[in-house]
């Protein structure tokens, strides 16, 4: 039988080897086997190149956790051999780790216009000065050195503009990262990803590609940015009373789209919530966003914001608990209270992990007599990363000799992994990675070569990597049975001469359970008195304190409350 | 122009008045606009007849509540009036509640066979004995008296086997209630859903309906449950390794049909988990599943479970935490370990809001090596619930003149009203409610006329309804920033002999936080200091701590953890 490679007759791996010494190793930090936190490096001699910086949104297990980050361990140790920092597009789950990574060291930073300017607003927020940072902005086709690397920008389409995609020469062969990537053959801003240039790459042989999965497991095409502009068009016609319209704020191309909608309708647009405020600035002021003179930014403008006239631009589509849509369908907003007559477009999906607060919100909406389109097959949202059939074009106009799947959870890899496959990759030269993986790409070929310090750092506040399992299995019980602190005084010799008390949070509603508390009361007075006057080992007295009490709520409640006993000694005078 | 009702010239609301003189309130108690704990009171009279008794599972903002049920109280205030509870089918959102109504007052329930053979297990369960109870089997077509009502069961299909509808006959006309149903036309238990019995009550006229709302988002047809059996046996067929499938162990047609395509792949079958098994059990026990004669129920038997003609059943469909699947994706499982040769099949999707714990346990299957089939398109999974084309047909037929939708969050309520509307049932005449809300039907018409008291109940260990606003807002800030405890001693005259102490949990790993501890004391003593000797008043003491340590802490880490002074005074002797 042939092989898949035969049959279809493509050449994957035309590569050009311009040393035999040296050794590539491609180490994936973040982003694979996992959402978010996207980053890898390329490891040279005495070189390295990182490619983005990204942070992840906790799951709900990790309790107060703000944010997570990749382990920089690694790059710290070996901070004098970073060349500098590519970052491939604006979003957060590729720059959101910069301001941490810029506490350990610094490095030049590349990336194209938008990128900077978002990291730079990014920056702002963190009160870093991004002026005394090495920035470069990069064009597309652009090339820089970067150390032993020479690195240039290909155009991508993405759901943030100004996206791109990698071809990063190194002395071992080409290496070709995809960034997040879509086809769009009508994007908003005419700019079309590049595929002139990934083909004449492929040709030329194109040692490891990098390529996205999110969108791995999805059959047939990504529809185009184009057609949720040609969707809102069609609802704003149609919609006779107010509009209020919700979407990602970075996602510049959008919200052109429903500002040039709103216009076509005889709408006014009137922006609501501060990061929307702060994002649309950000990107008029660096030209990627086109705004109508009469659009008012300022959400103090009763009469146009009452009328039906009006359409508003607002935050929330993630139904985020504090946003700006959430107030309005518990209708908490200071300004915005919901007619029977307005329509609520959320031109968005749900992340993973958001889907009961976004329905939340949209019930909410309903309940107060809105309508609202939000869902994906109402046409106001596409995907911006590439589905089954765009993968397979890209791959096989890169024609890469490797491929190391990024920018998914396990299962997206493999997806991808079988993909190629199909297309006749041999599965050997196909990696699913973890973070922390390490590649070693030589003359001879590639092997995974074991695995550096990688994984998961919580931010919380401004403690980055103080909070570890410890502090979460406290936070976990505290958050499921709360805290019951035993209090009493011994005297010299052991005797009890206050106490016990007790107080509890987040365990029972305390006036409604006296009894409770009175018998846990007897009950631990009652252990001690055998104790009494015998023992001043404080740690054997708390022990029994928790077991004691432990057994006896079980039994009373089936609750496990955490048992902190404090015992103090009482001085003699 | 002419009205829908008109244009299609079916006449929703032919209803037979025996009546002038009564009213007929229906108050649905639970399932409208949330998901669970379903619930519906008709009363009439001195007569209330109570429609499933469900339960819901807490959200994830619902910190350490294992179940959250009905509001009861309006029941308990009039329980003289009680004639009887029907249980429409055995899954949790429609009985899970019954054990702790029973803990309020005793009537009579009414159910099919397995039905009230699940609810026995259920209460054995919560330590209840069923031979104490009025338990009445009934079947489809049978008809019971339930004090004025006259009510009658009708076979529906549903992703539970002996499911049904109702038909209630009051002086005021009839009501009939969807249950939760689909129509599926090829069963497993060839008991196809009564059409002619729901078209008949229709031709006679029907006051009100309540219909099942869940997919009344969802286009089209909900395909038979032998669509699964059918795409089983392929997968079955073609798979070489062993295969492990879970799914709902309720779901006793879908266990059936993996039994059947085992044997016919020539696979033992061998039941894993706890859950499973008794479930299982009960099945056959009612002769509900016929099981080959050499299934083997316990999973001790070694050898067949590692070998290769092998399909091992088991719990874990929902990624839950302790289940033998979640157990075995993380290699913690007690005798079963993956094989490369392994396929896993996920014979349902996740229900909304476990969908993070499903993919984490199909990552962690593919990591250790086996082919996980799971997604809603490889047709190993149907929904239980009717789309858009069968509600239609089932409006149609039942005509009725009101319209109360049930079962499903506000959203699809107010679908499958648009829906209704669509069909030309006038809108005044679709009620779309929220737990509580009660309609008032009279010879004279409908109306929305005020409402009872009702709501979420939760359910902590043994507790039910102690847990409120106060220890959830507590449990919430335990779980975010953890808790400080600051004790202290003073004397009569108010000054400090000891401390300040301090202990955290949750807030930061103490070890490497002795310096900020250190600072914090340090705080506290010199805030205390100036009310040296001055104040005994304990309660301005602790406002002090707690203003002086907060601003300091969240200066410091961002964080706010609770923050509990605890002042003992010192007696003197």
Chains 1, 2 share one sequence.
Not at 290 to 309: A, F, R
Not at 366 to 387: F, L, T
Not at 476 to 484: F, K, V, Y
Request: proline letters at 3%; hydrophobic letters at 40%.
């Amino acid at each position: 039988m042939k092989s898949k490679e035969e049959e279809y007759g493509i050449d994957y791996g035309r590569v050009v080897i311009l040393t035999e010494k040296q050794t590539l190793r491609i180490i994936p930090l973040g982003g694979v086997a996992e959402a978010g936190k996207n980053m890898t490096a390329l490891v040279m001699g005495e070189d390295i190149l990182i490619i983005d910086v990204g942070l992840a949104f906790p799951d709900e297990e990790l309790l107060g956790i703000d944010a997570v980050i990749p382990d920089f361990s690694y790059l710290v140790e070996h901070k004098d051999k970073i060349k500098g920092i590519i970052l491939t597009h604006g979003h957060e789950d590729h720059i959101g780790g910069v301001p941490y990574l810029l506490e350990e060291f610094k490095a030049p930073i590349y990336g194209t216009k938008l990128t900077l300017g978002l990291l730079a607003s990014k920056l702002q927020e963190h009160k870093m000065d991004s002026s005394e940072l090495d920035l470069h902005e990069v064009k597309p086709r652009g090339e820089v050195d970067i150390g032993i690397f020479q690195v240039e920008f290909i155009r991508v389409n993405h759901s943030i503009a100004d996206g791109v995609g990698l071809a990063i020469k190194t002395p071992l062969g080409m290496v070709v990262h995809s960034g997040d990537f879509k086809f769009d053959h009508t994007p908003v801003d005419r700019e079309v990803i590049d595929l002139h240039r990934f083909s004449e790459l492929g040709e030329k042989g194109v040692l490891v590609f990098l390529s996205d999965s999110t969108n791995a497991d999805r059959p047939g095409y990504t529809e185009s940015e184009q057609v949720v502009g040609e969707n809102l068009q069609e609802i704003f016609r149609e919609v006779k009373g107010r509009i209020i319209l919700t979407t990602f704020a970075s996602n510049v191309h959008r919200i052109q789209q429903a500002l040039e909608a709103a216009a076509l309708s005889g709408r006014k647009a009137v922006v609501v919530g501060r990061s929307m405020i702060h994002s649309m600035q950000i990107a008029i002021d660096l030209g990627y966003l086109k705004v109508p003179d009469d659009l008012l930014m300022v959400e103090e403008v009763k009469d146009e914001i009452e009328s039906e006239h009006c359409m508003v631009l607002t935050t929330g589509v993630q139904g985020e608990p504090i946003s700006a849509l959430t107030k309005i369908a518990f209708n908490e907003h200071e300004s915005i209270r919901i007619r029977e007559k307005d329509t609520v477009v959320l031109a968005a999906t749900p992340i993973p992990g958001n889907e009961k607060l976004v329905t939340q919100t949209v019930d909410g909406l309903q309940k107060q007599g809105a309508k609202v389109i939000y869902e994906a097959d109402s046409g106001v949202h596409v995907s911006g990363h590439a589905s089954k059939e765009e993968l397979k074009t890209m791959l096989n106009l890169v024609k890469p000799r490797y491929l190391i799947p990024i920018h998914g959870e396990y299962r997206k890899l493999v997806h991808l992994a079988d993909l190629a496959q199909g297309l006749g990759i041999p599965r050997e030269r196909i990696f699913i990675t973890e973070p922390g993986d390490v590649l070693e790409f030589t003359s001879e070929g590639a092997t995974a070569s074991g695995k550096i310090a990688a994984g998961k750092v919580l931010v919380d506040g401004l403690g980055v990597g103080d909070v570890g399992n410890v502090v979460l299995r406290d936070r976990r019980q505290l958050s499921q049975d709360g805290i019951l602190i035993v209090t009493l005084t011994l005297d010299k010799k052991g005797n009890i001469k206050t106490g016990p008390e007790m107080m509890s949070r987040g365990f029972v509603y305390v006036r409604e359970s006296e009894e409770l508390i009175e018998e846990a009361k007897e009950k631990v007075s009652r252990a001690l008195e055998k104790h009494e006057g015998k023992t001043t080992d404080w740690s054997t007295l708390k022990t029994t304190v928790r077991d004691v009490l432990g057994k006896f709520l079980y039994e009373k409640t089936r609750r496990r409350p955490m048992i902190l006993p404090v015992i103090m000694e009482m001085e003699k005078k």
